[in-house]
């Protein structure tokens, strides 16, 4: 298929004013859905994730994988796949060893926790009917804040509520945005979501439980073979 644009950036982790992590991530968008690719630091506690996942033409997830490094050593490495059937989890984890999942039910989204995936999750509640709060059934790798525990295919339901249109200022610059509502857990406030465009480009993630504001710092896109990022 061809790949109509790919996309590419940085998003920094800012908790009280300060830098706590970055994010590089790049989407190749094609005719017949897209493919994530994210690569994730943060300081507290040496953590590294690599993540991939591709969502199908209707926004539903196909496949994924992460892989979660802390300190230099191995906390999992997991592999999802998407089907009416289910979805399937082979996992490598430093808890639970080697496991096989096989969770009933069609989800609409996976949560592998880069920031670009929780703005891809626009995508599955759409722009329609603001103000209602939309239940996602979802699949998440890890309920813990970072996403560094787990590692395996946790069922989880986000409810998500698209608030309207408004402009926006990053560090990557002004955008004409969309505002959602994005909560994962009951007993959590809703973090602030705002994305871009039909890709649903990350801009900016604000949530009071982690103190954290995330915010795109730099993007580039492109309809040539070469990514944008390859020219930083």
């Known amino acids: 298929m061809t790949t109509l644009r ?3 950036g940085r998003i920094h982790y800012r908790t009280d004013g300060v830098v ?4 590089d991530f790049a989407i190749d ?8 690719r994210s690569y994730c630091e943060i300081r507290e506690g040496g953590l590294t994730r690599d993540a991939s996942w591709t969502l199908d033409r209707a926004h539903l997830p196909v496949e994924g994988h992460v892989r979660v490094v802390q300190h230099g050593e191995l906390v999992g490495s997991s592999w999802y796949r998407f089907s009416d059937a289910g979805t399937e989890c082979e996992s490598l984890t430093a808890r639970f060893g080697r496991c096989s999942q096989l969770l009933p039910g069609r989800r609409q989204y996976l949560g592998l926790h880069p920031l670009i995936g929780d703005g891809l999750i626009a995508l599955a509640r759409g722009r329609d009917a603001p103000g209602e709060r939309r239940i996602i059934e979802s699949v998440t790798c890890s309920y813990d804040l970072n996403g560094e525990s787990g590692l395996v295919a946790l069922p989880i339901a986000i409810a998500v509520t698209y608030v309207g249109e408004e402009e926006i200022e990053v560090p990557a610059g002004r955008f004409v945005a969309h505002h ?9 406030p809703a973090a602030k979501l705002w994305v871009h465009g039909e890709d649903a480009l990350f801009l ?3 949530w009071s439980v982690s103190r954290t504001t995330s915010e795109l710092i730099r993007y580039g896109v492109t309809e040539e073979a070469s990514s944008p990022q390859f020219g930083w």
């Not at 968008?29 to 994530?36: K, L, S, Y």
């Not at 959602?180 to 959590?188: K, S």
Request: proline share 4%; aromatic share 12%; net charge positive.
């Open 6 to 8: 790919r996309l590419a």
């Open 29 to 36: 968008v094609r005719e017949n859905g897209r493919t994530i």
């Open 204 to 206: 900016r993630l604000s």
């Open 180 to 188: 959602y509502e994005v909560q994962w857990q009951p007993q959590w």
């Open 20 to 23: 706590r992590g970055r994010e």
